[in-house]
């Protein structure tokens, strides 16, 4: 099965294979460290993971680097205003990031690559471009791309650049200007800022030079999938590849991957509109990773994501729904023998989640048929119509199932307590929902030995007592569930 993809250079779908027929090499832009990753810049690594999880379900090898941008307008900006250099700024939100990322459990690309590490080959790379006459230095020491020496700028973005003034400049790392201008490759050093000495001169890089020198050192001059958010497509990638072609005369990133915007209640999310999240403030009010991860990949990545608090609970119910069927599943004893319904339920609902998967990564379509197959199986078990051989196979396309979306096995408590400490320890408590509060200190073994004892009181015929522990235990977000297999517990 070949993953068929919107390829934004292409401008249609395209096959997605590795070109040496070995692994597929990928980059995808990375997080600027100025600030906490918030839900938008989680939705684009979640729907990469989404990605690259599938490829490797279909029995690709992936090779994936993912850059850290630690020096950019912003972290200096930032770091100046902190009163420290950017290289004791960064630090904690490179930690958080990926603290993050382990939260939403998003895999780790197989490389990490920090801008500030990679200078020389920056440099080497504004070296050639000079040689190639498509960069050129300016009185103050800087030095820009000359787009006039790339006549094929704009064919990502299918910009139309007929309006380009020739020789315009612009020094900043983000432009959102439509006319396109000679960019900043290289910034000459200015007083109190972070700067390198080096053989063009002494400054730091600008932002679009990082990704062409990064993804080229690790990956070739040529490489299958370029991927990130729909903002970088102009004028990051456009710059990227124009600084790497020019260079190479080859092929830069062969497929481009865009991740459309997520909006909060149907607007741009920005701090002045009171609208801003980041994971950690989902996480302080309540919600659980494994419902956020879900919530952010369900809309197909090419399809605006529109995120609501709703939709954060429909999640959270539906990782109920697959949860409790897998543990019914596990641990129910079943006579031996097969359903041939469910034995070809499986099989339909296995072909269409790949098949929905494998076009355009369509993680909703994909959905469906999973959920399908749980309310028929739920059906069955009920009749006693589903034995051990249906087992073992529908518990395999759950697998195939959380190979790529990975919420069934329940991790959440561990992000959440790491947030609620975190925001101890950053003077927001107050922003701690009440439950998150109440049941802080309160351990899976405190909680194993009050449902131990409230067995026993039922043993005993002491209801009051059995009464008063499920109070207890509900108030702290414990539910209790009594089945004939004993009691089972969970936070809610
Ligand atoms: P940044 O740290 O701003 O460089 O962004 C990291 C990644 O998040 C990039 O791939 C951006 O395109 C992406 N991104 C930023 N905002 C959003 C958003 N609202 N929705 C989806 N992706 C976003
Ligand atoms: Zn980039």
Redesign the pocket.
Known sequence: MTLRLFNTLSGQIDELVPADGEALRMYA????VYDY??I??F???LQIDVLRRFLRLTGVRVRHVMNI?DVDDKIIRNSAAAGIPISEYTPKYVEAFFEDLGALRVERPEQIARATEHIPQMVELIQKLAAAGAAYKTDDGSWYFRLAAFPEYGKLSKKDLSGMEDGARVDVDEYEKDSARDFALWKAAKPGETSWDTPIGRGRPGWHIECSAMSMEYLGESFDLHA?????MFPHHENEIAQSESVTHKPFARHWMH????LVDGKK?AKSEGNFYTLRDLLLKGYKASAIRLALISVPYRHQLNFTFDSLTEASAAIDRLRTFHERVTTGTLAAGENDEIQLAVKKARVEYMAALANDLNTAEARAPIFDLLRVSNTAIDQGGFFAGDRDVVLHVLGDFDAVFDVIEDRDEEPTRRAVEWAEKSGRRADIAPELLARQGFTDEAIKALVAERTQAKKRRDFTRADQIRKELAEKGIILEDSKDGVRWKRK
Do not use: A, Q
């Open positions: 832009c990375g997080p600027t990753g918030h938008g810049n939705r684009t690594f941008t990130g958010g729909e903002d970088l991740v459309r915007f997520l999310m």
